[in-house]
């Protein structure tokens, strides 16, 4: 009898072992099979209310609705773009994204260390095999900004201030420019480059100086420098127009609208094929007005019709049509 009670409990034994086994094993293949992302966040990092916080929103909309599990680094943790590439490629990432132009020497310089491994590069275009690159037709958004700046304009002069001299964001600023000038030829438009994006009382002090022009309405693409354009313009009861995402809420005053670039919208469209077709498109994804890759947040604090509205539609159509140049 003892000897048949200790083989029963020696079987309960067994059973519970084996069920907490394929309960284990289950629980490690699930994870397993949930895609991790780690990204490299541009160089202001979390908080700038523009580029870096758009894209966190895109990778937080993954997780949620695709099952990602995602990981990111920031430039004051790092210290270099590089380390952070090399430590989220050695936390085992599925895909590590650099996020901004100024991350593509050192993404380039790793994805060849790492043939193998997925790189997505966000603002700027890769030749690598390895890199899928994810791009933008920022002059198509600028230019709206441009035309509802000359709608808002009374003394037809009007700035823009860009965080660094660089390709990039010369297609913001010809973008602004050419939408101005559709609708009001002789306006003028003050363009500077400010040399940094994270110094938003450098980004007062030169919205300061546009003010004291008589600039009435202010462009930034100049990441948080931009920011202290948008609170100046509020200080000195003149408008402004942000950039990337919803800057609204930085100046209320002030803030017309927004050039929103669609990080967030991009990303999660790019992860979405590699959930579901576990590969990367190749080679560049580029995304305008018609890709709802850029756009214009809502209009406030000004009075806006009905006309207006139509008439920026009309230049929007224009531009999905073709019939517009924006560069």
Same mark, same amino acid.
């Given at each position: 009898?003892?000897?048949?009670?200790?083989?029963?409990?020696?079987?309960?034994?067994?059973l519970?072992?084996?069920?907490?086994?394929?309960?284990?094993?289950?629980e490690?293949?699930?994870k397993?099979?949930?895609?991790?992302?780690?990204?490299?966040?541009?160089?202001?990092?979390?908080?700038?209310?523009s580029f870096?916080?758009?894209?966190?929103?895109g990778?937080m909309? =993954? *997780?949620?609705e695709?099952?990602?599990?995602? +990981?990111?680094?920031?430039?004051?943790?790092?210290? %270099?773009?590089?380390?952070? !590439?090399?430590?989220l490629?050695?936390d085992?990432n599925?895909?590590?994204?650099?996020?901004?132009?100024m991350?593509?020497?050192?993404l380039?310089?790793?994805?060849?260390?790492?043939?193998?491994?997925r790189?997505?590069?966000?603002?700027?275009?890769?030749?690598l095999?390895?890199v899928?690159?994810?791009?933008?037709?920022e002059d198509?958004?600028s230019?709206?900004a441009?035309?509802?700046?000359a709608?808002?304009?009374k003394t037809?002069?009007?700035?823009?201030?860009?965080g660094?001299?660089?390709?990039?964001?010369?297609?913001?600023?010809?973008?602004?420019?050419?939408?101005?000038?559709?609708?009001?030829p002789?306006a003028?438009?003050?363009?500077?480059?400010?040399?940094?994006?994270?110094?938003?009382?450098l980004?007062a002090?030169? =919205? *300061?100086e546009m003010?004291?022009?008589k600039? +009435?309405v202010?462009?930034?693409?100049?990441?948080? %420098?931009?920011?202290?354009? !948008?609170?100046e313009a509020?200080a000195?009861?003149?408008?402004?127009?942000?950039?990337?995402?919803?800057?609204?809420?930085?100046?209320?005053?002030?803030?017309?609208t927004?050039?929103?670039?669609?990080?967030?919208?991009?990303?999660?469209?790019?992860?979405k094929?590699?959930?579901?077709?576990g590969?990367?498109?190749?080679g560049?994804?580029?995304?305008?007005?018609a890709?709802?890759g850029?756009g214009?947040?809502?209009?406030?604090?000004?009075?806006?019709?009905d006309?207006?509205?139509?008439?920026?539609?009309?230049?929007?159509?224009?531009?999905?049509?073709?019939?517009?140049?924006?560069k």
């Amino acid at each position: 009898m003892k000897q048949q009670r200790r083989i029963w409990h020696l079987v309960i034994a067994l059973l519970v072992i084996l069920m907490m086994t394929g309960c284990s094993t289950k629980e490690t293949v699930t994870k397993k099979d949930r895609i991790k992302v780690g990204i490299m966040l541009s160089d202001v990092g979390l908080g700038d209310q523009s580029f870096s916080d758009s894209a966190f929103r895109g990778l937080m909309k =993954a *997780r949620d609705e695709l099952g990602i599990i995602f +990981d990111y680094r920031e430039l004051k943790d790092t210290k %270099t773009y590089e380390q952070g !590439l090399k430590e989220l490629i050695k936390d085992g990432n599925d895909v590590v994204i650099g996020l901004g132009f100024m991350v593509q020497e050192d993404l380039e310089k790793v994805a060849k260390q790492y043939p193998k491994q997925r790189f997505i590069l966000v603002d700027s275009v890769s030749d690598l095999p390895n890199v899928t690159s994810i791009t933008f037709k920022e002059d198509e958004g600028s230019f709206l900004a441009g035309v509802v700046a000359a709608l808002v304009t009374k003394t037809n002069r009007l700035g823009f201030i860009g965080g660094a001299d660089v390709p990039l964001i010369r297609k913001f600023a010809a973008g602004f420019e050419k939408g101005v000038h559709a609708v009001k030829p002789s306006a003028s438009v003050h363009i500077v480059y400010a040399g940094d994006f994270g110094n938003d009382r450098l980004g007062a002090q030169i =919205a *300061r100086e546009m003010f004291d022009q008589k600039s +009435d309405v202010v462009y930034t693409a100049a990441g948080f %420098t931009g920011v202290g354009a !948008l609170r100046e313009a509020e200080a000195r009861g003149v408008y402004a127009i942000g950039v990337d995402s919803d800057q609204y809420f930085y100046a209320e005053k002030a803030v017309v609208t927004s050039m929103v670039k669609n990080v967030d919208v991009a990303l999660f469209r790019v992860l979405k094929q590699y959930v579901e077709k576990g590969e990367l498109p190749t080679g560049t994804v580029q995304l305008g007005l018609a890709e709802n890759g850029v756009g214009l947040a809502p209009i406030r604090v000004i009075p806006w019709d009905d006309q207006k509205q139509q008439l920026l539609e009309q230049w929007k159509q224009n531009i999905v049509d073709g019939k517009v140049a924006t560069k």
